[in-house]
């Protein structure tokens, strides 16, 4: 489709899989059903259990209703409230943020965050520069009262609309709404400078990380994993180094599903969780369009391989 090899793609990304949502009136609420639909399960809990969800997406079904009210639909969950979060790739990140003061206050009990993004729909594919980067895919987890003292500890959001230059979506909004003339310019597709982006990822996620880990007094050797925004593997491998972790201590799933923008955090966690002990030190880190980004502190609650075996043997 376009002037690439698979070499050109892996030494730059390091992206040998993605995933795209095919079919006839599918979109990103297909996907974060799904992946709350198999948390769950995986959790034990039922649709009527959830008291709030909370979906972060920059590719909704709709301009409205939000992704959130289809997902809850789909699923059985409500009549609950439910809406959707927009920080592009930090989407994540901002609406765990927003999920743990509704925890903290007492105003809910169990709430299901969303990560999903169907890029396929706003990716164009005669563009070498952002079509081998992105991917489809959703992911969910659930935030609750802890009973055990673990759990979200520290969170912080930032962001700069002077960037929105280097990475946006150039027609579709209010600003420029859709019209014949903005298709026939391909204006409705991402539009990324990649050496500006890749420069202020790097900086703001490290940035970010290390603020969060000064104001917890935490060191290096203290984080047992990193958990960042799967964006690219070099700016992975640089916010490693820059944070003074090894690599077997960060997340990586970017290989198998690229950049899935809102997704790709929770994407980690699933993919993950086997290996997560109760009482892991983890940060979480994202950068965005807009510019966006954020972090989290967080103590993971339960033994993870205990919890996927349990879930082996009711499925």
């Given at each position: 489709m376009v002037d690439t090899s698979d070499a050109w793609i892996v030494e730059r990304t390091g992206i040998t899989e993605r995933r795209i949502l095919k079919g006839e009136g599918l979109g990103t609420s297909h996907m974060g059903a799904e992946a709350v639909r198999r948390l769950l399960e995986r959790?034990?809990?039922?649709?009527?259990?959830?008291?709030?969800?909370?979906?972060?997406?920059?590719?909704?079904?709709?301009?409205?209703?939000?992704?959130?009210?289809?997902?809850?639909?789909?699923?059985?969950?409500?009549?609950?409230?439910?809406?959707?979060?927009?920080?592009?790739?930090?989407?994540?990140?901002?609406?765990?943020?927003?999920?743990?003061?509704?925890?903290?206050?007492?105003q809910c009990k169990?709430?299901?965050?969303?990560?999903?993004?169907?890029?396929?729909a706003i990716i164009d594919y005669t563009d070498r520069a952002t079509c081998v980067i992105f991917g489809d895919g959703a992911g969910a987890v659930l935030i609750e009262a802890s009973e055990n003292g673990e759990g979200i500890l520290d969170t912080l959001i930032r962001s700069d609309g002077s960037g929105m230059?280097?990475?946006?979506?150039?027609?579709?909004?209010?600003?420029?709404?859709?019209?014949?003339?903005?298709?026939?310019?391909?204006?409705?597709?991402?539009?990324?400078?990649?050496?500006a982006v890749y420069k202020f990822a790097i900086a703001k996620m490290a940035e970010v990380s290390q603020e969060i880990m000064s104001r917890n007094n935490l060191r290096a050797e203290m984080i047992n994993w990193l958990v960042p925004h799967q964006a690219n593997k070099r700016i992975i491998e640089s916010t490693a180094e820059r944070m003074g972790l090894p690599m077997d201590r960060?997340?990586?799933?970017?290989q198998k599903y690229g950049n899935t923008t809102a997704a790709t955090i929770p994407l980690c966690l699933w993919d993950y969780e086997a290996k997560l002990k109760t009482g892991d030190r983890m940060i979480l880190a994202a950068f965005g369009g807009g510019f966006t980004w954020g972090a989290a502190y967080l103590t993971w609650a339960y033994d993870g391989a205990a919890r996927v075996r349990s879930a082996k043997a009711a499925g």
């Open positions: 959790t034990g809990n039922k649709p009527s259990d959830i008291d709030l969800l909370i979906c972060a997406t920059t590719t909704p079904d709709f301009v409205f209703p939000s992704t959130a009210n289809l997902i809850c639909d789909m699923v059985g969950v409500g009549p609950v409230g439910s809406f959707d979060v927009q920080a592009a790739c930090s989407g994540f990140i901002y609406a765990v943020t927003i999920a743990s003061q509704f925890i903290a206050t007492g169990k709430i299901v965050v969303v990560g999903a993004d169907k890029m396929s230059i280097h990475l946006h979506q150039k027609a579709g909004g209010s600003r420029l709404p859709p019209s014949a003339e903005t298709v026939a310019k391909r204006m409705h597709y991402v539009h990324q400078e990649g050496a960060v997340m990586m799933v970017i």
